[in-house]
């Protein structure tokens, strides 16, 4: 049995995905997975159809049946099929423009747009440093990070507390220096430490 788990992808309405794993001279698939998007408002039926079109891949995949592409000969018959024998509306892309955006979907948006990415630096001399990082010059900077020699300790939070919601978000190492206090009230104030990866 696969997996089925909600997404919130704006952009995918279903997908699927699974694992190949090998041993000597064979390999298998594992971890099938379906993730349906619950982004958009969507009637039974539209999620009906999105959940047979990903059943389609999962039953390609678990045959072993060789497709001339993901959504090739063999998967387009199978929908067809489907569609004529049983009345479905299976389509290889769906058109989402003028669709409803879910109020969970609406939830997530506010809430990240609320938080904030917070980086904390300690020098070695013990001065700390305060930063709001644009998230999207997060991993950039934790590479940065692991040059500065003079850097003692760093750490990544994410917080929703107002007071930072007028800082610049910086997109280079600077930040606002934190005495004791500050930066005790700080750690006190709910923020949630997260990790940030560079890679190599």
Known sequence: MPRLLLSCSKTRLGSFSCKRSRRLFRSRLTD???????????????VQNILLHE??????????????????IVFRQMAN????????QITVSTNTRGWEISENAK????????????????????????????????????????RVFDIQKHAWYLSSDS???????????????????????????????VEVLSAG
């Open 32 to 46: 099938f997975t379906i993730r349906i998007s619950n982004y958009y408002v969507m009637t039974e039926r539209q």
């Open 55 to 72: 059943m389609i891949h999962y039953y390609i995949a678990y045959q072993g049946i060789k497709d001339t592409s993901a959504h090739g």
């Open 81 to 88: 099929r489907l569609n004529s024998q049983y009345g479905w």
């Open 107 to 146: 939830e997530r948006k506010q809430k990240a747009a609320a938080e904030r990415l917070i980086l904390v630096l300690e020098m070695k001399d013990g001065t700390r440093f305060l930063s709001v990082v644009n998230p999207k010059y997060a991993v950039r900077l934790e590479k940065q990070i692991k």
């Open 163 to 193: 007071r930072f919601s007028d800082y610049p978000q910086v997109r280079s190492l600077r930040g606002k220096r934190l005495s004791e206090s500050q930066f005790n009230d700080f750690i006190n104030s709910g923020a949630k430490s």
